[in-house]
């Protein structure tokens, strides 16, 4: 009697990922993913199934605004104020792990790597771009053509928008998180996130903020450093937004005066740090009548 023949393997795989943390080799077509750090945004454009992914903080439960109609709302949501629990984790049977930008990766690497093949970030936590990180996600599933596809999709509205709005090119921008009475967080990095996205529709990062902000840090009383052609701030609470807009010295800086500010909430402001496929279109769009006022000054 003829043994039978073993499955014949999937085109493409085994995929072998290599990364800041190790080498992952995906032996078949994955079909029951936990993405930890919004790797569901770029799988649920391709159409492969995410059975966990990292829990919304700051509105527990709940799907992040981005992601409302794309993005299935029955995913189990992980983790919470306590961390990540590997239990929880294998109770889903996952079959890969994608940690492109999880961070704290290094203290749960081996704990999930036990659980399933696990793919973390290439260099650095938050450093690699979003175009870069939806990437290694189609490979590790099998999907590079069509996630390139999407990538360029979305590159091609960035490059619209920039198009529609010309006034925007040399115009300088700020980001800021107020966190705190009194102090403000300040993205100093010319080559960060924003600094990326912005750039793609001809903006730079202020002068002043990269001379003179010094640990990421300014107190109220110098807020007048911040001021931009654009800023962006993102509030820690409403109250912290109520004292703020309450400041003499908030509603003396010019972009506040000409209406140049994007005002958003922790949620807008966990975009602008974590951009994904799915949530660069959605910040500009929340973004774009400001982006307009910028354009036309």
Same mark, same amino acid.
Not at 42 to 50: A, D, F, I, K, R
Not at 191 to 215: C, I, K
Not at 250 to 262: C, I, K, S, Y
């Given at each position: 009697?003829?043994?039978?023949?073993?499955?014949?393997?999937? =085109?493409?795989?085994?995929?072998?990922?290599?990364?800041?943390?190790?080498?992952?080799? $995906?032996?078949?077509?994955?079909?029951?993913?936990?993405?930890?750090?919004?790797?569901?945004?770029?799988?649920? &454009?391709?159409?492969?199934?995410?059975?966990?992914?990292?829990?919304?903080?700051?509105?527990?439960?709940?799907?992040?605004?981005?992601?409302?109609?794309?993005?299935?709302?029955?995913?189990?949501?992980?983790?919470?104020?306590?961390?990540?629990?590997?239990?929880?984790?294998?109770?889903?049977?996952?079959?890969?792990?994608?940690?492109?930008?999880?961070?704290?990766?290094?203290?749960?690497? *081996?704990?999930?790597?036990? $659980?399933?093949?696990?793919?973390?970030?290439?260099?650095?936590?938050?450093? @690699?771009? !979003?175009?870069?990180?939806?990437?290694? $996600?189609?490979?590790?599933?099998?999907?590079? @053509?069509?996630?390139?596809?999407?990538?360029?999709?979305?590159?091609?509205?960035?490059?619209?928008?920039?198009?529609?709005?010309?006034?925007?090119?040399?115009?300088?921008?700020?980001?800021?998180?107020?966190?705190? =009475?009194?102090?403000?967080?300040?993205?100093?990095?010319?080559?960060?996130?924003?600094?990326?996205?912005?750039?793609?529709?001809?903006?730079?990062?202020? =002068?002043?903020?990269?001379?003179?902000?010094?640990?990421?840090?300014?107190?109220?009383?110098?807020?007048?450093?911040?001021?931009?052609?654009?800023?962006?701030?993102?509030?820690?609470?409403?109250?912290?937004?109520?004292?703020?807009?309450?400041?003499?010295?908030? &509603?003396?800086?010019?972009?506040?005066?000409?209406?140049?500010?994007?005002?958003?909430?922790?949620?807008?402001?966990?975009?602008?740090?974590?951009?994904?496929?799915?949530?660069?279109? !959605?910040?500009?769009? &929340? *973004?774009?009548?400001?982006?307009?006022?910028?354009?036309?000054?």
């Amino acid at each position: 009697m003829e043994e039978p023949s073993a499955a014949a393997p999937t =085109p493409g795989f085994p995929v072998t990922i290599e990364h800041a943390l190790g080498t992952t080799t $995906i032996p078949a077509p994955p079909t029951r993913i936990v993405a930890l750090s919004y790797e569901e945004d770029v799988l649920s &454009q391709v159409g492969v199934v995410t059975v966990g992914r990292t829990e919304n903080f700051y509105d527990p439960g709940s799907l992040h605004p981005w992601q409302e109609g794309a993005v299935d709302p029955r995913i189990v949501p992980l983790g919470g104020p306590d961390g990540l629990d590997l239990e929880e984790v294998a109770a889903l049977e996952p079959d890969l792990v994608l940690a492109t930008n999880y961070y704290g990766l290094e203290h749960v690497y *081996q704990g999930l790597s036990a $659980i399933a093949p696990t793919v973390g970030y290439r260099t650095g936590w938050g450093e @690699a771009t !979003w175009q870069d990180t939806a990437r290694v $996600i189609g490979r590790a599933v099998g999907e590079e @053509a069509e996630v390139e596809q999407r990538i360029r999709k979305v590159d091609g509205m960035v490059a619209g928008l920039a198009a529609e709005l010309p006034g925007l090119a040399g115009k300088t921008f700020s980001s800021v998180f107020y966190h705190d =009475p009194g102090q403000f967080t300040v993205d100093t990095n010319p080559d960060g996130h924003t600094a990326e996205l912005l750039g793609q529709l001809g903006m730079v990062m202020s =002068p002043r903020v990269v001379a003179e902000v010094v640990n990421r840090s300014v107190g109220a009383e110098r807020m007048g450093v911040i001021d931009a052609d654009l800023v962006r701030l993102g509030y820690a609470s409403d109250d912290l937004r109520a004292q703020l807009t309450a400041s003499p010295l908030f &509603q003396a800086m010019p972009a506040v005066r000409d209406g140049r500010v994007f005002e958003s909430d922790v949620l807008g402001a966990t975009a602008g740090n974590n951009p994904t496929l799915l949530n660069v279109p !959605w910040q500009l769009e &929340q *973004q774009r009548a400001v982006l307009e006022r910028v354009a036309a000054s």
